[in-house]
């Protein structure tokens, strides 16, 4: 079921929302094979109705699994919107939409959510990328990739005289 405020229930008190969004609620397609939504969106909102619309306050986490896009290790990133709020319009121009006195609210988080994803999901800051495979077959990580035959190369075409 999405996430939906009641407008009667707004109408006395603030009402508070707390819970898991399922992925298949969430309803995210990411379009991206490095970014995989696996786990449930965890909120806590408080929603309040003003003179024309809706407050809404609180914080939302959602866990995704990642590929760095450097070295293909998978992790996870988690992204979080601590102090996170969302201000919708009841009437005027652009308002809500309001089916038998309800809101959904899952569209508008889910909005938000897709703004912090990473766009190049990295497993740290600093990460190398793949390890370089020299001429010989053996890893060595931290290379800038020449090797000895790609030495030689460059001291063949030294020797040019053009």
């Given at each position: ?7 009667r ?5 603030v009402?508070?929302l ?5 992925v ?5 397609d990411t379009?991206d ?6 786990q ?6 408080a929603v ?8 809404l306050?609180g914080?939302?986490?959602l ?6 896009v450097?070295?293909?290790r ?10 996170w709020?969302?201000?919708l ?25 897709l ?5 190049h999901p ?9 390890p370089?495979?020299?001429t ?7 290379e800038?990739?020449?090797?000895e035959?790609?030495l030689?190369?460059?001291a063949e ?5 053009l």
């Open positions: 079921m999405p996430l939906i405020a009641n407008l229930h707004l109408e006395t008190h009402v508070r707390q819970g898991k969004l399922s298949e609620e969430l309803d995210i379009r094979e490095a970014i995989r939504v696996a449930p969106l965890e909120y806590d909102l309040q109705k003003l003179d024309k619309g809706l407050l306050q914080w939302l986490r866990p995704l699994d990642c590929v760095c450097r070295c293909l998978l992790f996870q990133h988690c992204v979080e919107l601590d102090g709020v969302c201000h319009a009841l009437q005027g121009e652009d308002p809500v939409a309001v089916v038998n006195d309800c809101v959904d609210l899952t569209p508008y988080i889910r909005d938000d959510i703004l912090e994803f990473p766009r990295q497993c740290e800051p600093g990460c190398r990328g793949l370089k495979i020299s010989d077959g053996s890893k060595s990580a931290g800038t990739g020449k090797t035959k790609g030689s190369a460059w075409l030294n020797k040019l005289k």
